[in-house]
């Protein structure tokens, strides 16, 4: 109990206090397929960095909110909006493509400040050189607690040329055919997995680094062989040698701490930008709470929910306000309402018994969840990201108009 107490504070720690995600780890390719959004929906998804809730705005839905209980998580989507409306294309990339820009100060003081909350502000005059190239990490993305963690390891990378160079050869490799041939040839599995790579995603501290709670650490050590090493280690192999890298802007991000223009975010293209600061990002509204707490407050339905895998930590440390978020998420959800959320789970068996009030009925949640499970799976595979253990669209019966 004593190291659960110990590995729980050194998490909760670690994300009050920090920017722990400067870009998503959720694919939005695999969930616009998902969510099929319409001009109609209302969109309400966790902030994490931002970038898919522009994702989303580009299907031009009727509205999006960005919910967070980490305000530098909304700081930083505010940030991007901020730019979007007042700098260049050219700008905007320099800043959140390459992940920083030797103007950088003169263009936050001049014109994105002045776009921004009063929290969001303080937030990034604090911060101004995570954007200049000024530090010793030079790229945004190697900035906060998990892009300390990949600048990390691209210094371990650098340490071994022969492994540097294999790594850039698959992300350029024109296939997944070639991708297999050059994984092999180049021998990446004995010249990545050394021991110390190995001990360091055996620690809480790592984990907690990368956004992962105690108890996720705990799913996968109890579903998976080989526990959360053993997971990670296959899940990177798996990307290396099946998951076309050409366009994977997750992994080039974090292997080389900048996109390309030719693989990054859907926000970060110039046609699409253009869209944005034509109005489309001014759809976004960012939230501060939790999403219980968003939606009690909140006048209106939300017909698309987006909870990325947070449940996983709920369960474990609050399941009553699991149940409790699960109920708002029932009272606020509008007709034909859809909601996704991925797991670090193999299977998620924490969801349908929750306890939840219905037409005022006391009900298990899972009566009132439709799941589409033959698509969530195709979609799963799919996921460029695949780092997830599972990923689930969910249907809420009862909600037809």
């Known amino acids: 109990m004593a ?26 390719e695999i969930d616009r397929r998902a969510l099929e959004l319409t001009s109609q929906d209302s969109v309400a998804l966790i902030t994490s960095a931002g970038c898919n809730a522009l994702d989303y705005a580009l299907e031009s839905p009727r509205e999006v909110h960005a919910i967070d209980v980490n305000p530098l998580q909304n700081a930083l989507l505010e940030l991007k909006i901020g730019a979007i409306n007042t700098l260049h294309h050219d700008d905007f990339f320099q800043l959140f493509g390459k992940g920083r820009h030797e103007q950088w100060q003169s263009l936050y003081r001049d014109a994105v400040r002045d776009q921004l909350s009063p929290e969001a502000k303080r937030v990034w005059d604090l911060r101004s050189n995570f954007f200049d190239g000024s530090h010793r990490r030079r790229s945004f993305y190697f900035r906060g607690t998990s892009g300390l963690f990949a600048w990390l390891i691209n210094r371990y990378v650098k340490r ?22 050059i994984y092999a040839r180049r021998n990446v599995d004995r010249l990545l997995w050394t021991r110390p790579l190995r ?16 108890s996720q650490r705990n799913q996968i050590d109890r579903d998976y062989p080989g526990g959360i090493a053993g997971f990670i280690q296959d899940r990177i192999a798996s990307v290396f040698q099946n998951t076309p890298l050409k366009q994977n802007y997750f992994w080039r991000v974090y292997l080389t701490g900048e996109y390309t223009q030719d693989c990054c975010p859907e926000y970060l293209r110039a ?19 939790t999403i219980e707490t968003f939606l ?13 895998d947070h449940m996983d930590w709920l369960y474990d440390r609050y399941p009553e306000h699991l149940a409790s978020e699960w109920q708002a998420i029932l009272d606020r959800a509008a007709p034909h309402s859809r909601v996704l959320w991925r797991s670090a789970a193999l299977e998620v068996d924490f969801i349908d018994p929750l306890q939840v009030w219905y037409d005022g009925k006391r009900c298990r949640l899972g009566e009132l969840l439709s799941y589409h499970r033959e698509l969530a799976q195709e979609l799963h595979n799919y996921d460029r990201v695949n780092t997830y253990g599972s990923f689930y669209i969910a249907d809420v019966k009862g909600m037809a108009a």
């Open 3 to 28: 190291f659960q107490w110990l590995a729980n504070r050194c998490f909760t720690a670690v994300h009050r206090q920090n920017l722990v995600y400067n870009t998503c780890w959720e694919d939005p």
């Open 296 to 308: 009690n407050h909140h006048h209106g339905s939300i017909s698309r929910f987006v909870l990325l």
């Open 271 to 289: 046609c699409n930008f253009d869209r944005l600061k034509d109005g489309l990002a001014n759809r976004i509204s960012v939230h501060t709470s």
């Open 199 to 214: 001990w360091a995603l055996r620690r809480d501290t790592t984990m907690a680094m990368l956004g992962v709670p105690r």
């Open 160 to 181: 071994s040329p022969e492994l540097r160079a294999a790594i850039d050869e698959l992300l350029d490799a024109p296939d997944v055919e070639s991708q297999r041939e």
